[in-house]
Nanobody, 123 residues
Framework: QVQLVESGGGLVQAGGSLRLSCAAS????????WGWFRQAPGKEREFVAA????????YYADSVKGRFTISRDNSENTVDLQMNSLKPEDTAVYYC????????????????WGQGTQVTVSS
């Protein structure tokens, strides 16, 4: 089992920045990739970014490319999401996830999930 705990959400004005962090514990060795997803009220959960735990290869949704950066620290078992140039449409609950097999944009393929952290961007 792997436990994930997100932190760093909050309220920010449009154009501002936030940094989300996800702390992982448990059977970390079984994890192939980390992901960040988000879900806005009334919408489906959507992919934001993913990173391979060993290679560090990164993947981004088109909507955040160039604004968000995913990174990991294998010594601390943390995964961060640096969010710059935030827009009101980035408002959502952000979830950290872990996948044992792939770095994928498909939420149904992820094995473990955090409880989520709220990000609100005011206009």
């Amino acid at each position: 089992q792997v436990q994930l705990v997100e932190s760093g959400g909050g309220l920010v004005q449009a154009g501002g920045s936030l940094r989300l962090s996800c702390a992982a514990s448990g059977h970390i060795f079984s994890i192939y990739a980390w992901g960040w997803f988000r879900q806005a009220p009334g919408k489906e959960r959507e992919f934001v970014a993913a990173i391979s735990r060993n290679s560090g290869s990164t993947y981004y949704a088109d909507s955040v490319k160039g604004r968000f950066t995913i990174s990991r620290d294998n010594s601390e078992n943390t995964v961060d999401l640096q969010m710059n140039s935030l827009k009101p449409e980035d408002t959502a609950v952000y979830y950290c996830a872990a996948d044992r097999s792939y770095a994928t944009p498909n939420s149904y393929e992820y094995d473990y999930w955090g409880q989520g952290t709220q990000v609100t961007v005011s206009s």
